[in-house]
C-alpha cells in the first residue's frame, strides 16, 4: 500500500507532466496527490479498524499515525479540493463499522447509530485541518503539534454531550499493560500521545519529502531523517522499558503487603442470557431465578471441593439482574390513598411498607450469611407523587445494614432523552424509555472495613467520571467494582471494547477492579491492568477473586495534570477556528496592499503577466 500511494504522488510530480503510472495514464500530477491523499486516509482508518475487536491486531495500532502524516504535511497546492470532506466521510464508515454491534437492544438503535456515527466523525478531520493549520501558516513542528491536538480532540469527544471514549486508538493495546504504565500520568491520554508522537516521528523520517516527509536536502536531510527513526524508537523503547520496571516494582512490592494485610474473597456472578429491548416481566424474573441458583450451586460447589477455607467476604450480581424493585421514600411523600392521614400517620404507614418490601431480601441475604451486591431499579416516593426511577447498587450485611449507590451517568436515548418530561405521555418515545433519575453521591461502600469505589455499566468508559469521584469521597477506596449488563449486545464486539476500559481505569487510578457482568465474562484486573481472574465469555459461571486490596496511591504523579493537560490540548484545538481566520485575513490584506504598492499604473504588473504566461513550463 505503502508504494502504491507513493507512484501516485511521484510519477505525475512536476509541472505540466501527464502521470506515466499504467492504469491511469490521463491522470495530472495534482490528481496523483489527490489520490494519494485519499488512500493515505482511507488505509490509516482501515488499520485502526483492525486494531480494535473483534480483529485485534494491536500491533497496527503503532503504524495509524503513520499514515497521518501526509494528510499534515502535503503542500495546500498538492491536497484534493475539498480534503476535510473526505477525511469526515471516510471515518463516518469507520465509526458506522466499528459500532455495528450499537442498534443490537432494539431496532429503534439503528437511527441512534448513524446519527452518532456522524457526530463522532468530525474530531479527526477537525485534528488534521488544525495541525494543517499550525504547519503551513505558523510553521509550527508537526511531531509535538499532531500528538498535543489529537489528546484534544480526544479529551472533546470523551466530554461533549454525555461523552463517548469506547474504541479510542490506545484502547486496541488493552491485553499489553507493559504499553500501557504511562496512564498514571496524564490518563489513557498519555498512551495515545505516545502512539501519535512515535508514528509522526517515523513518518517524518521514512515519507518522501512531496509526501510530507523531511524537505531538507543532501547529507542534511538524511541526517534528520535517521535522528528522526531514532526518536521514534526511543520512544517505544522508552515506553516499554518503562512499563517494564513499573509492573516489576509494583509486583515486588504487592509481594510484601500482602503477607502483612488480610485477603478479600469476592465472588462474582454471571450469566450469558441474551436480552432484547423491551425486557417482559417473565424474562426478568427468569434471569432473576437462575442467578438464585446459580449463587447458591456456586456456594456449595466451593464447600465441597473445600476452597471454601476462608468464608466468603462478598457476593456480587451484575446490573439489572435482581427483578425484584427496591424501595425508598423522601421525607413527606407519601401516596395518593394517604390523603386523609395526618402527616405522622403517613410517615408510618410508608415506613411499614418500605418494612414489608424489604424483608423478603433481608431474609434471603440471611439465609446466606454472606453479604450480597446485587444491581437493580429503585422507585425513590417524592412529595407531590412524584416518583423518582434510580439504575441502583444495593449492599446489604447479615446484619441488615444497607449501602446503596445510584448511577451517575446516564445512557443518552437508553436512559433518558432530554425534555422528554416536556412531552405528552401518549409520545411513544416515553413508552421506549422510561426516564431514570441521575444519583448524586459518589458510590463509597465498605467491606469489612475496607473502603471500595461502585460504579455501574459505561460510567466505566469515562475516566474523568472516576477521577472526581474518588476525589469527592470522604475515604480513599481500596479497590473499585463494576456491575454491567451487556446481555444487549449478544455477545458481540462490545464486550472486548468494555472491557479495554476496565483495563485503563484500573492503571489510571491504581487500584484492583473487579467487574460483574450479565451476558459477559465477569473478571478482575490488578493495578498495572493485567486480567489476573476472568469467566468464561457470555455463559453461565462465576469468578472467585482472592486479593489483597492495595493501600491507594496519589491519582498521578502530576495531581491535577492528569485533568488539566488534557484540556490545555483541547484548548489550543478550539482556538484554532479564530487563529485561521486571523490568519487568513492578514494574509488577504497583505496580498492586497502588495499588488497595490507594485502596480502603480497597472503597467508593470500587466507586463509581468504576460511573460509569466509566455515562459515555457
Not at 338 to 349: D, F, H, T, V, Y
Not at 366 to 376: A, T, Y
Not at 561 to 577: D, Y
Request: net charge neutral; aromatic share 12%; proline share 8%.
Amino acid at each position: 500500500m505503502l508504494v502504491q500511494i507513493e507512484r501516485f504522488a511521484i510519477m505525475g510530480a512536476g509541472p505540466r507532466r501527464r502521470a506515466v503510472w499504467p492504469l491511469s495514464p490521463d491522470l495530472t500530477a495534482s490528481k496523483d496527490f489527490a489520490m494519494a491523499y485519499f488512500l493515505c486516509a482511507l488505509t490509516s482508518l482501515v488499520l485502526y479498524y483492525l486494531a480494535l475487536p473483534p480483529v485485534e491486531c494491536w500491533p497496527l495500532a503503532f503504524l495509524v499515525p503513520f499514515f497521518w502524516v501526509p494528510l499534515v504535511r502535503m503542500k495546500p497546492e498538492e491536497c484534493p479540493k475539498h480534503p476535510y470532506r473526505i477525511i469526515y466521510f471516510l471515518t463516518v464508515a469507520f465509526w458506522g463499522g466499528t459500532l455495528i454491534w450499537l442498534p443490537l437492544p432494539h431496532w429503534g438503535i439503528w437511527f441512534g447509530w448513524v446519527v452518532i456515527s456522524f457526530a463522532l466523525a468530525p474530531w479527526v478531520a477537525l485534528v488534521t485541518a488544525a495541525a494543517r493549520t499550525l504547519v503551513h501558516r505558523v510553521h509550527g513542528a508537526c511531531v509535538f503539534l499532531l500528538p498535543a491536538l489529537w489528546i484534544g480532540g480526544e479529551w472533546f469527544r470523551f466530554h461533549v454531550v454525555d461523552g463517548f471514549s469506547f474504541c479510542a486508538l490506545q484502547h486496541a493495546l488493552y491485553q499489553q499493560p507493559v504499553w500501557l504504565q504511562s496512564s498514571l500520568l496524564f490518563g489513557e491520554y498519555s498512551v495515545a500521545g505516545i502512539l501519535v508522537l512515535a508514528g509522526t516521528f517515523a513518518g517524518l523520517a521514512l515519507w518522501p519529502a512531496r509526501m510530507g516527509g523531511i524537505r531538507s536536502p543532501g547529507p542534511a536531510g538524511m541526517a534528520l531523517r535517521v535522528l528522526s527513526l531514532a526518536c521514534a524508537a526511543g520512544v517505544l523503547w522508552g515506553t516499554y522499558a518503562s512499563g517494564s520496571r513499573a509492573i516489576a516494582r509494583w509486583d515486588e512490592d504487592q509481594k510484601a503487603y500482602a503477607a502483612q494485610h488480610t485477603p478479600l474473597k469476592i465472588l462474582l456472578m454471571q450469566d450469558g442470557e441474551p436480552i432484547t429491548y423491551p425486557v417482559s416481566h417473565e424474562t426478568e424474573f427468569a434471569i432473576h431465578k437462575h442467578y438464585v441458583e446459580q449463587t447458591e450451586k456456586a456456594l456449595a460447589r466451593l464447600k465441597a471441593e473445600e476452597k471454601n477455607d476462608r468464608p466468603v467476604d462478598l457476593i456480587v450480581w451484575p446490573e439489572g439482574t435482581f427483578a425484584l424493585p427496591f424501595f425508598d421514600y423522601l421525607e413527606g411523600a407519601y401516596l395518593p390513598e394517604m390523603e386523609n392521614l395526618s402527616p405522622q400517620g403517613r410517615a408510618e404507614q410508608m415506613e411499614n411498607i418500605l418494612t414489608a418490601q424489604r424483608r423478603e431480601f433481608d431474609s434471603w441475604v440471611e439465609k446466606l450469611g454472606i453479604p450480597l451486591l446485587v444491581g437493580g431499579m429503585l422507585y425513590e416516593y417524592a412529595p407531590n407523587f412524584k416518583v423518582n426511577a434510580y439504575n441502583t447498587a444495593i449492599l446489604q450485611d447479615t446484619a441488615g445494614r444497607r449501602q446503596r449507590y445510584d448511577k451517575v451517568q446516564r445512557i443518552l436515548v437508553g436512559e433518558y432523552i432530554p425534555l422528554l418530561d416536556r412531552l405528552p405521555d401518549s409520545f411513544p418515545l416515553k413508552t421506549l424509555c422510561p426516564p431514570i433519575a441521575a444519583g448524586t453521591l459518589p458510590g463509597l461502600f465498605e467491606i469489612n472495613g475496607v473502603p471500595f469505589m461502585v460504579s455501574i455499566c459505561f460510567e466505566s468508559s469515562l475516566p474523568h467520571l472516576y477521577f472526581d469521584k474518588i476525589k469527592s469521597m470522604s475515604r480513599p477506596p481500596e479497590f473499585m467494582l463494576n456491575i454491567s449488563n451487556d446481555g444487549w449486545f449478544r455477545g458481540g464486539t462490545e464486550n472486548p471494547i468494555h472491557q479495554a476500559t476496565y483495563v485503563f481505569r484500573a492503571i489510571e487510578n491504581r487500584r484492583f477492579l473487579l467487574a460483574a457482568v450479565h451476558g459477559n465474562a465477569s473478571l478482575a484486573i490488578d493495578p498495572v491492568g493485567r486480567i489476573f481472574a476472568i469467566g468464561p465469555r457470555c455463559q453461565t459461571g462465576e469468578v472467585l477473586v482472592d486479593f489483597v486490596p492495595r493501600a491507594p496511591e496519589p491519582l498521578g504523579k502530576f495531581g491535577m495534570w492528569i485533568r488539566l493537560f488534557p484540556a490545555l490540548c483541547a484548548l489550543l484545538l478550539a482556538a484554532m477556528w479564530p487563529i485561521n481566520r486571523l490568519l487568513r485575513r492578514r494574509t488577504r490584506d497583505g496580498s492586497k496592499n502588495s499588488v497595490s504598492e507594485g502596480s502603480s499604473d497597472g503597467s508593470e504588473s500587466a507586463s509581468q503577466t504576460a511573460e509569466s504566461t509566455s515562459a515555457p513550463a
